[in-house]
């Protein structure tokens, strides 16, 4: 009797027990998923670059780099420069941390931006006797007549077909392996 008990027992408990797998997926909420886009810190002129009033020199938090001479800060502690010239950065030698300065060295910069403007010219269909007085005109970059071989690289397998050239095989022409003669050689290899 107590034999019957104990199997009805664990019986009930095995079936109360054992469930089946979940065939869907528990719905759930994600957390720390958004994220801002990044604010472009760091150097934006370098050492010994021309650099003009009001440039942006540093965009920071905090004061990883301080201003010098020559140099302001905005409030976001963006570092810009107050004069014409170009940058420099130092370190103080005296201090324990690694404290690095940027400054302005004030020089008047040449104009790489654009070329001079050319003189004046008539259009010679409209204004024939005014464009006679025109000034010959400007050639920036002037072209040489020389011709340069052009050196084409092989590179691993790629071959262009431009480098293929056509191989003329004279008549006289008898090569040492013929197709019998391998034939041959392959039988006697194969016995």
């Known amino acids: 009797m107590i034999k019957a008990f104990a199997q009805n027992y664990f019986k009930s408990l095995s079936e109360s027990i054992c469930y089946g797998f979940a065939t869907k997926m528990q719905a759930s909420s994600t957390q720390k ?7 472009r810190l760091g150097v934006k002129k370098f050492g010994g ?3 003009f009033p009001n440039d942006i ?27 014409e010239g170009i940058v420099h950065f130092r370190r103080d030698p005296y201090k324990f941390k690694k404290t690095f300065y940027v400054d302005v060295i004030p020089r008047e910069n040449p104009n790489r931006t654009h070329y001079p403007p050319p003189p004046y ?12 007085s025109n ?10 007549d020389e011709k340069v071989e052009v050196q084409i690289k092989q590179q691993g397998f790629k071959i262009s077909a431009k480098q293929y050239k056509p191989i003329e095989i004279p008549v006289e ?6 197709l019998s003669n391998l034939q041959q050689q392959l ?5």
């Open 187 to 191: 039988s006697i290899h194969k016995q």
């Open 57 to 83: 020199l540093i965009r920071q938090r905090g004061f990883r780099w301080k201003p010098g001479q020559n140099t302001s800060v905005g409030k976001d502690h963006t570092i810009h420069s107050r004069v």
């Open 135 to 144: 000034p010959e005109p400007i050639v920036l970059l002037k072209k040489s």
């Open 49 to 51: 670059e021309e650099v």
């Open 173 to 178: 022409y008898k090569p040492e392996f013929t």
């Open 33 to 39: 998923t958004k994220d801002s886009a990044g604010r």
């Open 121 to 132: 010219s008539y259009h010679p269909e409209l204004f024939p006797e005014l464009a006679k």
